[in-house]
């Protein structure tokens, strides 16, 4: 699947002011600074359309970007950013997990790890959380310039382990650059095979 059009619909913390109706929509959640809102701009081939930042916390809001004038993708704000009081760190967590509760038209979360660190808790209890409310993920690994391919097996490897302590099966997971672009293709192609077997149930 190709992305042929992207924009900005509406940025809120307020799931009941987000887009009504029912086209499907794909959300970004991951540690801050993982690079969700840069990959969001990679895979849509535009600099500008997620706002990003090297200081963690930019994505303060539940923003919605309409694709080919059928689907959204959610960009999200980042857990587990220690430089928030405390107070505006249940906030974040309240909505984000209000959204994953209660957005119907949610398909499916992409989980976004930095490919240079080992399992953290703090991801593995998001990934833990995602399953026990039955909601669908999948795991992309971000910043993937940043290591040697032997590297990169490596630490995919290890992760999956770690997950394997957990889960029977590990779910689809993708190997990607914001940068070098490597693997947004897969990505793409994935939410593509998805819309079309949601289409032919419809
Ligand atoms: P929050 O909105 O704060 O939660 O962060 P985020 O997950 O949206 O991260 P963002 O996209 O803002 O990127 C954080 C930093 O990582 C920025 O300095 C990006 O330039 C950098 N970055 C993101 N993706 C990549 C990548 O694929 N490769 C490299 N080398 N840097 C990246
Ligand atoms: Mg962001």
Same mark, same amino acid.
């Given at each position: 699947?190709?992305?042929?059009? !992207?924009?900005?619909?509406?940025?809120?913390?307020?799931?009941?002011?987000?887009?009504?109706?029912? $086209? &499907?929509?794909? !959300? *970004? =959640?991951?540690?801050?600074?993982?690079?969700?809102?840069?990959?969001?701009?990679?895979?849509?081939?535009?600099?500008?359309?997620?706002?990003?930042?090297? $200081?963690?916390?930019?994505?303060?809001? =539940?923003? @919605?970007?309409?694709?080919?004038?059928?689907?959204?993708?959610?960009?999200? &704000?980042?857990?587990?950013?220690?430089?928030?009081?405390?107070?505006?760190?249940?906030?974040?967590?309240?909505?984000? +997990?209000?959204?994953?509760?209660? $957005?119907?038209?949610?398909?499916?979360? *992409?989980?976004? %790890?930095? /490919?240079? @660190?080992?399992?953290?808790? /703090?991801?593995?209890?998001?990934?833990?959380?995602?399953?026990?409310?039955?909601?669908?993920?999948? %795991? =992309? *690994?971000?910043?993937?310039?940043?290591?040697? &391919?032997?590297? =990169?097996?490596?630490?995919?490897?290890?992760?999956?382990?770690?997950?394997?302590?957990?889960?029977?099966?590990? &779910?689809?997971?993708?190997?990607?650059?914001?940068?070098?672009? +490597?693997?947004?293709?897969?990505?793409?192609?994935?939410?593509?095979?998805? %819309? #079309?077997? %949601?289409?032919?149930? #419809?």
């Amino acid at each position: 699947m190709q992305i042929e059009s !992207a924009q900005f619909t509406i940025s809120n913390t307020d799931i009941q002011k987000c887009p009504s109706g029912n $086209r &499907p929509e794909f !959300a *970004f =959640i991951g540690r801050s600074n993982v690079g969700k809102s840069s990959l969001i701009n990679a895979l849509c081939n535009q600099k500008r359309l997620a706002k990003t930042s090297s $200081r963690p916390g930019k994505t303060q809001l =539940i923003n @919605h970007f309409l694709i080919n004038e059928q689907w959204f993708l959610v960009d999200l &704000p980042g857990y587990g950013y220690a430089r928030v009081s405390k107070t505006q760190k249940k906030k974040f967590q309240a909505y984000i +997990e209000t959204y994953f509760r209660e $957005r119907s038209q949610l398909v499916l979360a *992409f989980v976004l %790890l930095d /490919i240079r @660190h080992p399992a953290q808790p /703090i991801d593995l209890e998001f990934i833990a959380w995602l399953g026990s409310q039955q909601i669908p993920f999948y %795991l =992309i *690994f971000t910043k993937a310039d940043k290591l040697k &391919p032997k590297a =990169i097996e490596r630490q995919v490897t290890a992760y999956t382990e770690a997950l394997q302590e957990d889960w029977e099966e590990v &779910p689809p997971y993708f190997i990607t650059s914001a940068t070098s672009k +490597e693997g947004l293709e897969s990505v793409t192609n994935a939410i593509g095979d998805i %819309l #079309q077997a %949601l289409s032919a149930t #419809q």
